[in-house]
């Protein structure tokens, strides 16, 4: 099947791809057919296609094509039709949507209502759309009627519509207007449709729909809603024991929307008034769910009352316990924690979240106070949440939804338990475990959990308490259920501050921790725990070295994660910083060689391809030895000689040998890169005699196999022997030779889109240039091309490629100012003077486009920085760029609405050009990006 472009194809032909798509079994059949069609919907003839198809309504397949095609070119492709088409494809799509018989499937109801909503919102001489579709619906359409009325304030922030402020604006406004007969419209549906047939409940739930997306958008006007008895009806369903779980959940959303709208208390205080005593009728009901176990009503009404507790928040806080502010709704939600569904008492976090960063700012301790007993309540509640079955076996699964559930707990009380007191806490978790009555494995557990997320926070001197937890743990018996020996090495772990200030127990407790390491279940954990104590304790470890020498070479009989014997490592590597110099070399030879051995094994074995994690697969070996390197810093003098510098040249042959041997394989190659990366950190200007050959290397292997991870190390490279006037020259070299092929790559179809790491990589090495040998690098035959390539980019909208660029383009622009006292001052001036005479206009242009049309707004701030470092140098003339630059923008959309007004353009450009700081321009494009989004 061929499809061209310049003609429209038939029906037949279109009904014949459908068919292939739903009906013929061939596989490759069915994506020829998909692939067509896709291609079809892009094209123009598509919406004369859809509207045929809409009219002959063939099949379920081709009516729902249709639909869903109408609804796309709409929302994305409108500045396809001429203006003077619009009434009629308005007509046409009224016409069918009046003609929807009862029984259409949903998908295709949903699409219709879509592409007139759509329609609607960015046809702007179509100025009385609500009251057209109630005039034409309401008879018989209800059910598409408030479908429509439903999505068309949903649609108003559409991302793909692009409305931009000054038409959202209006049509809130148009909305408003209307809302008198909305609201009319839906009392008539509440009070005329009071049967029990499942149709009239559907259409009560459409209607509740209705109002909870016109309250989002803040388009039903307060004293207009309480003048009516509308917003009793989704109370009395949800007050209704017998109420349908559809009904039950619409009339939630419609609660929590009007309670989101009210949160502005000063223009809202009535409306939050009457919700308040409207929730507040819900406690029985409540109740009564959760007598029956209906736990997903359980789960709507904790929604409710938490929503109205996040719109109450600032009174709850201005006046504790007064008014709207009162504590009964605290009282409401930790009756949520406290249902027997964790689930349900989850939906609260975000408020204990806001809660705790908001006593925290304020740094009250009376008003924290008053909130001191609920957060008591709160995680006595969580700590019964986190309790496993008694019959469960093996170690806590930390994986699935109970896992996941029992990490935000941990993260939660670590929020929260300032306000009751870490201390304090403790003490209520240790009570729990000596408590008379001997509790079962899995209340201890759950007490060892909550205090392993508090562990940190207890104060290092502390003699009372954690003495005994810790004696309590050392003594645990063999016998003891495995998680809760599991969940007591997590907690040594935690207390590694309080181990450092109690080393008289460092013996027993590394004895403890290594008898967990040869248990299969608890070798990860007890390693992650060594880890901990080993950073910590660094200074006390040092005489523990061999033994940890010893675990490490012993390390593949143990059963532990990768990420557990990576952090052993990371521990090993920190307390061998701490040996005497002399002692530094022969341990480090020791610990690569663990890493080196094996790996060397793999280099020399012929191979065939490599797959992540089976036996042939190098980058266990990389990683490792990467973190022996990352975490080995010892402080050498002035003058020595660096104690790790001969066993990194003893390692460099056989990471050049991975190199080449693997330079096909980017996950391979990037393991790599990393691992030198950190050698030549960990040397400094030591590594100098590794910069030759590896420049050659790298240089020789981007030639054919462009893996960005080179460029990269090329920057570390800069960043290091930038300032070295003998390194300059061959450095330039490696830049000259790595642009070549990055430049072919970019410069293809979509190149910068389908290479967002290798532009991210490029700019950080260029940037590296400007940092460390600005006047060579700007002198330089590459910086007039890399300027193009950045100009080219801003529009990329890869958060990190784009940062890149913008971070380079601001820091080059930057040096023309900077370190005026360098005698490469005036010449740094020069050249980037010329750069931007040459190619500034072009650069606001990206700029100013990128942000309008391509990246997301909190993109926006970094390009706020360049526009704000072009201005610094010379204002008069980026007055004139950026003049230029909105002069050429356009003013209105292809519906007729305005985008930009002239003097809405003028204050932008009075804005941006008069700021004094950076935060001015930040706030000034972001509010000028909303007239084009």
Not at 453 to 472: C, F, G, T, Y
Not at 696 to 709: I, K, P, R
Not at 752 to 781: K, W, Y
């Amino acid at each position: 099947m061929s499809f061209n472009i310049d003609a429209p194809p038939s029906l037949d032909t279109v009904n014949q791809a459908l068919q292939a798509l739903y009906n013929n079994p061939d596989v490759t059949g069915k994506e020829k057919a998909s692939v067509w069609l896709g291609e079809l919907q892009k094209s123009v003839y598509a919406w004369q296609i859809a509207d045929q198809l809409l009219q002959l309504n063939q099949s379920l397949e081709s009516c729902y094509f249709a639909a869903q095609t109408m609804r796309t070119k709409i929302q994305y492709a409108f500045h396809e039709l001429p203006p003077e088409s619009h009434q009629s494809l308005r007509d046409s799509l009224l016409g069918h949507a009046s003609k929807i018989a009862p029984g259409t499937p949903p998908v295709i109801v949903t699409q219709l209502s879509l592409a007139l909503a759509d329609l609607a919102l960015q046809m702007a001489t179509w100025k009385s759309a609500v009251v057209d579709f109630i005039e034409r619906f309401s008879k018989e359409h209800m059910g598409f009627l408030l479908e429509l009325l439903t999505v068309l304030p949903e649609e108003i922030s559409s991302r793909s519509l692009r409305l931009g402020a000054n038409r959202r604006k209006e049509i809130t406004e148009e909305l408003i207007s209307v809302s008198p007969v909305v609201i009319q419209l839906l009392t008539h549906v509440n009070t005329t449709v009071t049967g029990e047939e499942e149709r009239d409940q559907r259409i009560r739930s459409k209607s509740y729909k209705v109002m909870g997306s016109w309250f989002s958008v803040g388009a039903i006007p307060q004293q207009v809603l309480l003048s009516t008895q509308l917003m009793n009806f989704p109370f009395q369903a949800l007050a209704n024991v017998n109420c349908p779980a559809f009904l039950h959940e619409a009339a939630t959303d419609c609660v929590c929307s009007a309670l989101y709208c009210s949160e502005d208390l000063e223009k809202f205080q009535e409306l939050a008034q009457k919700l308040f005593q409207g929730v507040m009728t819900l406690v029985p009901a409540y109740h009564q769910a959760d007598k029956h176990e209906e736990s997903d009503k359980c789960l709507n009404y904790c929604r409710i009352f938490t929503e109205l507790s996040e719109t109450l928040f600032n009174m709850m806080l201005n006046s504790p316990n007064q008014g709207l502010g009162t504590f009964q709704l605290l009282d409401l939600l930790l009756m949520c924690v406290g249902h027997h569904l964790y689930e349900v008492g989850e939906i609260t976090f975000n408020f204990w979240y806001r809660l705790s960063e908001e006593l925290y700012q304020r740094d009250n301790q009376e008003l924290t106070d008053m909130f001191k007993p609920y957060i008591q309540t709160l995680i006595l509640s969580l700590c019964q949440h986190c309790q496993m079955d008694e019959d469960h076996e093996g170690v806590p699964d930390e994986s699935g939804d109970f896992g996941d559930f029992r990490v935000r707990v941990s993260e939660l009380i670590k929020d929260v338990v300032f306000i009751a007191g870490s201390s304090s806490c403790f003490i209520q978790m240790f009570e729990n475990l000596k408590s008379p009555k001997t509790p079962s494995w899995c209340v201890a557990e759950a007490a060892l959990f909550v205090m392993t997320a508090v562990a940190k926070n207890i104060l290092p001197e502390e003699n009372e308490i954690v003495p005994q937890v810790v004696e309590s743990i050392l003594a645990l018996p063999d016998s003891t259920h495995i998680s809760v020996r599991y969940t007591s090495i997590q907690l040594l772990g935690e207390l590694s501050e309080w181990i450092e200030n109690h080393a008289s127990l460092l013996d027993l407790i590394l004895q403890y921790l290594l008898v967990g390491l040869q248990q299969p279940q608890l070798s990860s954990i007890a390693a992650n725990a060594l880890q901990n104590i080993s950073t910590q304790c660094r200074d006390h470890m040092t005489n523990h070295f061999q033994g940890l020498m010893h675990i490490v070479k012993s390390m593949e009989t143990f059963s532990l994660s990768s990420d557990a014997a990576i952090g052993l490592l990371k521990g090993t590597a920190t307390i061998l910083s701490r040996l005497p110099s002399n002692d530094i070399t022969e341990a480090l030879r020791q610990l690569c060689a663990c890493q080196i051995s094996p790996l060397e094994k793999l280099l020399c074995e012929e191979s065939g391809p490599v797959k992540h994690g089976a036996a042939n697969d190098p980058t266990v070996w990389l990683d490792r030895l990467a973190t022996v390197f990352r975490h080995t810093n010892p402080s050498v003098p002035s003058g020595q000689t660096h104690p790790c510098q001969m066993v990194i040249l003893e390692v460099w042959p056989v990471l050049s040998k991975a190199c080449d041997k693997y330079q096909s394989d980017v996950r391979i190659i990037e393991r790599c890169c990393r691992c030198i990366r950190f050698a030549i950190r960990c040397l400094g200007k030591n590594s100098a005699m590794l910069l030759t050959p590896l420049v050659t290397q790298m240089v020789g292997l981007y030639q054919t196999h462009q893996h960005s991870c080179f460029l990269y190390l090329g920057s570390i490279l800069v960043d290091e022997y930038g300032g070295e006037a003998g390194c300059i020259p061959g450095l330039l070299d490696m830049l000259q030779a790595f642009c070549g092929p990055t430049f072919k790559i970019l410069e293809e179809h979509n190149g910068l889109r389908n290479h967002p790491d290798t532009v991210d990589d490029l700019f950080r090495l260029c940037l590296r240039f400007i940092q460390r040998a600005p006047v060579p690098f700007l002198q330089s035959s590459m910086a007039k091309p890399i300027m193009c390539c950045a100009i080219a980019a801003c529009s990329l909208d890869h958060k990190d490629a784009n940062a890149s660029v913008m971070k380079y383009l601001s820091d080059m622009i930057k040096c023309m100012r900077e370190k005026e006292d360098r005698e490469d001052f005036q010449l740094r001036w020069t050249l980037v003077k010329k750069l931007l005479e040459d190619h500034g206009q072009s650069l606001v242009v990206a700029l100013i486009n990128a942000c309008l049309f391509c990246l997301p707004t909190f993109m926006s701030a970094d390009v706020s920085e360049v526009l704000f470092e072009l201005m610094l140098i010379d204002r008069p003339t980026f007055c004139v760029w950026l003049e230029h630059t909105l002069k050429a923008l356009p003013t209105e959309s292809s519906g007729g609405a305005v985008t930009a007004t002239k003097k809405q353009l003028a204050d932008f450009h009075k804005a941006c050009t008069s700021a004094e700081d950076i935060k001015q321009v930040s706030g000034a494009l972001r509010e000028f990006c909303r007239l084009y989004r």
